[in-house]
Structures are given as C-alpha cells and as structure tokens.
C-alpha cells in the first residue's frame, strides 16, 4: 500500500515541478514497500540512494528558480532542503554502515517531511513563480 498519496492538493501548478515531486512520492512509496516485503540491504541501500540523489537533483531545480525570480523567502526555503538532505544523508551513512534501519518511523519522517514541505513551503512560491511565468 501506497505510504503517500499524490493528489491535487500536493500541486503547485507547476508542471515541472509537479513531476519531480510526483517522482519522490514514487520513490518513497517503494521504498515503504520494499521496507514491508523485507526486501535485502542491496536493494534498499540502492532505493535509498537513488532517494538521496534524486532529492538533490529536485531541491537544485526548485532553488534555481526560486534564485532566478528573486524570490524573497529563498533563504528559509533553502535552509529546509539543507536540513532534509543532512539527515538524509546521515540515515544513509548509517544504514550503508549497518547502524540503522528502515523503520516505521524512518518512513514516517520521509513521507511527513514531503508531504509537509510541499503542502507549506513549496506551496508558497506557488503563486509567485507563476507570476514570472512559471506554469
Ligand atoms: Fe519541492
Ligand atoms: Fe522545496
């Protein structure tokens, strides 16, 4: 079963976007199902990386144009994604070493954070960008 649900809701009316985040629901969610079929550390260690890149790939875009634009709220946005990609990183430095595992609450903080950060600060430079033109 899906962890996250896309829905309209999650849109910021920006197709580009929308893809990209459509794409991270995606990832995590098989990342969730590889968690409950008890999949091996080879191929969750590959989805997480693929995870941890991909996130780097998507915050990149978003920040170019939010930098673009001017968007006056860049900073604090950009400080969420630092946070994100820290702890990211830390779970996938831990799992690679054997100290951590996926988990419930791993899973939790990964669909929360997403969903969250969409739904609040993505959703913010929503109508901004499409007053540059972005749609
Ligand atoms: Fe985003
Ligand atoms: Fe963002």
Known sequence: MALIQWNAALSVNIAEIDAQHQRLVAMINELNDAMVQGRGKD??????????????????????????????????????HRIFTTKVGEFKQGFDEGRLGLSVSVMNFLGDWLRS???????????????KGLK
Do not use: C
């Open 117 to 131: 950060h969409i739904k609040g600060s993505d959703m913010n430079y929503s109508p901004f960008l499409n007053n």
């Open 43 to 80: 191929v969750i260690g590959k989805i997480i990386s693929g995870l941890a890149t991909y996130t780097a790939t998507h915050f990149a875009t978003e920040e170019r144009h939010l930098d673009r634009h001017g968007y006056p709220d860049s900073a604090a946005h950009k400080q969420e």
